[in-house]
Structures are given as C-alpha cells and as structure tokens.
C-alpha cells in the first residue's frame, strides 16, 4: 500500500473517532439538558394560575368533588412527588392519558407534531429558495434600483405580523381568485392534492417573512465577504463573476447560511401557534394553546419537552454539518 494512502486512512480513522466521541459527548449533554428542562417545563406548567379541576368545575364551588378530582389527577400530592413520578413514566415512554380529551397524549403530540414538522420543513425549503437569491441579487447589485426593491420587500416582511401577511393572502386570494383553502386538515397520505392546498396558504405566509430574514441575512455577508482579500484577488485574476460567487463567496459563507437555517426551523417549530390558529391546522402549537387553555398538564409537558429535544437535535444537526462543508472545522 502506498505511504499517502496509509496516511490517509489513519487520518479517516481518526476523524471518525473523533467525530464519535463528539456525537457522544453531545448525546450525554443533551440528556442532561432535556432532564434539567423536564424540571423547569414541569414547575412552568404549574405556574399558570388555576387548574383542570377549576376548568372542569366552573362555577361550581363542590369541596367534596374538588377533592375528588384533585386526589384523582394527583393533584393532591406534593410537586416533586408528582415530578418524579411524572419524570417514571416518561422515562418508560409512558406520557400519560390527556385529562380533558382521555386520548393518548403520545399520540395527540405525534400527530400534531406531524402536521407542524410538515409546516415547518416546507416552510424551510420556500423561504431559501426565494430568500437567498433575492439576498444574492441584492448583494451584487448593491445600491442600484433592485437592490432598494430587494431592501424594501426586507424591510416590510420582517416588520409585518405573520397574522397580517396570512389575513391578506386569504382575503387576496378569496377576493382575486373566489378560492379558500378547505376547513378540515387531511393528511398528505390520504390525500396529497388536498393537503397541499390546505397547506398553501399557511406555508407561504410564514416563507414571505423568513424569506425576507434570509435575504437580509445572505445579502449583508455577501456585501461583507466581497471586501475581502480573497474576493479581491479572484476578481483581480479575472475570474467569472459566477466563479467568484459559486465557488469562493458562497462556500465561504455556507456555515453561517446553515447556522441561520437551524435558527429559522427552530423558530417556525416553536412559534407555528398563530399561523396554525389562524388556518385551523391541528399542528403542536395549536395542541399546546388549548393544553394551556383547559389546564392539561400532562399534554402540555410532553409538548414543550418535545420542542425542546428537537430544537437541541437541530443544533448537533447544525454543528455535525459544519464539518462536513469545511473539514477544516474542528468539533470540540
């Protein structure tokens, strides 16, 4: 075997190991995270003023069946014992039983959570596809009558309320094309021409404003980037413009670009509860409102734990890809 292969191997068997043990690290770190965000999303919950048992009961002010209820739930037994038992079951993967609907809570939060990662990953993929070339465009033709179009269509998707832009679309496309998106959320494998129109209107609402974030964002780092040396020298050599931005600008600028990208799924998993009231999709952030509203507790610690987990799986996503766009990145 040639020397330089050897090498070469030995190298990629140390770059595995190393990346194991950093997989590993983060998987530990990650589970003492989620346990100490059990403990605070636990005493959050709790925290809202009243109970079910107020819920359930109203007006109606029945010592005897407040107890009853109180000692059913476990209500009645101190917050830690409750904590840990709570904390048993999960472990088991045991989430509980919905107080208000009686329904599986795993299976009401997969269900949902179905329906949001769909939002959100479709939401994803609009909003870089329009986001980033406007940014680009923008970038190259700085200071020129497309790039203050650019600026303004910037300006006004990341001041404006994702209620708003979801009211107009639906009073746009109600009004301009006698069309509203059907009422009852069906899901893409009993129906995919009916899901997508379902979800048209909800996806496009919220990828105009994360489209005019990136936008800004792959703008103002192209601007930046194209002052430096390296940048300069391309030019200089008398490299093609496409060249230049492909190959230099564009690569140099892919891990902030999916740093951002990881930020914007997180947000769209953990904010999708106005968009999802507003278009009646069953998504997570809808299930957690009404968890909040009918004083759920075990829905409501199993939702927000969830979010919690996959935004911390988003970020080792998000640092694991930094060494694959640059092997010159270090994990540590």
């Keep these: 075997m040639p020397f330089w292969r050897g090498c070469s191997r030995r190298q990629g068997l140390k770059d595995a190991e190393s990346m194991g043990a950093y997989i590993v690290k983060r998987l530990a770190a990650l ?36 107890k009853a209820l109180r000692e059913f739930f476990g209500l009645d ?23 208000t609907r009686g329904q599986p809570v795993l299976g009401m939060v997969g269900s949902a959570l179905a329906v949001t990662v769909q939002l959100a990953f479709a939401t994803l993929l609009l909003a870089t596809l329009i986001g980033v070339p406007l940014g680009i465009l923008a970038a190259i033709y700085e200071g020129r009558m497309l790039d203050r179009l650019i600026q303004c269509f910037n300006l006004l998707g990341l001041a404006a309320p994702v209620f708003w832009i979801g009211l107009m679309l639906l009073f746009g496309v109600s009004t301009g094309f006698d069309w509203s998106p059907p009422l009852m959320y069906v899901p893409p494998s009993e129906a995919l021409g009916e899901n997508l129109s379902i979800m048209a209107l909800p996806v496009l609402s919220l990828a105009l404003l994360q489209a005019a974030a990136y936008s800004q964002f792959v703008r103002q780092n192209i601007v930046s980037a194209l002052g430096q040396d390296y940048v300069r020298t391309a030019i200089a050599k008398g490299l093609p413009v496409r060249s230049i931005f492909f190959t230099h600008l564009l690569r140099n600028i892919a891990i902030p670009l999916v740093t951002f ?21 069953p998504g997570l952030g809808r299930l957690l409102l009404s968890s909040i509203e009918t004083r759920d507790y075990p829905v409501l610690q199993a939702g927000l734990l969830v979010v919690v987990v996959i935004a911390m799986l988003v970020n080792l996503v998000v640092d694991l890809s930094y060494r694959i766009i640059d092997p010159r990145v270090q994990l540590s």
């Design 31 to 66: 589970v003492v995270t989620a346990l100490l965000t059990s403990v605070v999303v636990f005493l959050l919950v709790r925290s809202v003023p009243g109970d079910v048992v107020g819920q359930m009961l109203g007006q109606t002010s029945d010592p005897v069946a407040a």
């Design 77 to 99: 037994q101190p917050v830690w014992q409750q904590y840990l038992g709570w904390l048993g079951r999960v472990i088991t993967g045991d989430f509980g039983t919905s107080w």
């Design 261 to 281: 990208m990881g930020l914007i799924l997180i947000q769209i998993l953990g904010g999708a509860v106005i968009i999802e009231s507003l278009f009646a999709l």
